[in-house]
């Protein structure tokens, strides 16, 4: 995500909510774009591969592997003795954000960059849980949304002798619709 490029320095430590297998909270860590993360993670099978991941890349001693991130989230920075403009914060939790962030989270968060990808077309009211998050969102940070946009394969050498269809399909990550993330950016 270009957006992550472009704040790189400005944070520290990074704090993947839905780490899965560790790709953003290790692998950014591993190239030296933050210093630490602290990965939180509900199913074990995830925490498993986030630490082989880690072990893998020599990043065991910086990366903290918790497990469900829930609106308290950030008293396990706190207690690390971070603030939370320490941190950009990276959620991917299949609908789980709107129990997640809270007001009260959100104002703990305050100084923080935070990038939240949004699941509503996961729920039947999901569009009004999106509309209301990102009102929640609107006096604590700056707000803006997201799409998924185009991708240059031509940048890709390995791919150059695949027909459309193949290089394309080696692209897809299969998502059901066009997805939004929501970036918060401190005031």
């Known amino acids: 995500m270009k957006l992550l490029t472009e704040l790189r320095g400005k944070h ?11 790709s953003y909270g290790v692998g950014l860590v ?12 509900a199913a074990e099978k995830g925490r498993d591969a986030v630490k ?13 592997i918790l497990g469900a991130a829930g609106a308290d989230f950030p008293t396990a920075f706190a207690g690390l003795g ?10 991917d939790v299949e609908s789980a954000e709107f129990s997640i962030f809270s007001s009260q989270c ?10 939240i990808e949004l699941h509503g077309y996961l729920l039947a009211n999901g569009n ?9 969102c609107r006096s604590l940070f700056q707000t803006s949304i997201v799409k998924t946009s ?13 027909n459309d269809s193949d290089r394309w399909l080696i692209c897809s990550e299969g998502r059901p619709k066009l997805m939004s993330w929501l970036i918060l950016t401190p005031k």
């Open 150 to 162: 185009t991708r240059d394969l031509s940048s890709i050498p390995e791919l150059d002798a695949l």
């Open 128 to 136: 009004v849980l999106e509309q209301s998050l990102i009102s929640n």
């Open 12 to 22: 520290q430590i990074l704090i993947n909510l839905g780490a899965a297998d560790g």
């Open 52 to 64: 082989s991941t880690a072990q893998k890349n020599g990043a065991t001693e910086k990366v903290n």
């Open 82 to 91: 971070l603030k939370a403009s320490d941190c950009l914060i990276l959620c």
């Open 30 to 41: 591993a190239a030296g774009v933050f210093e630490r993360s602290i990965c939180f993670e």
């Open 106 to 115: 959100l104002a703990s968060l305050q100084g923080a960059h935070v990038i």
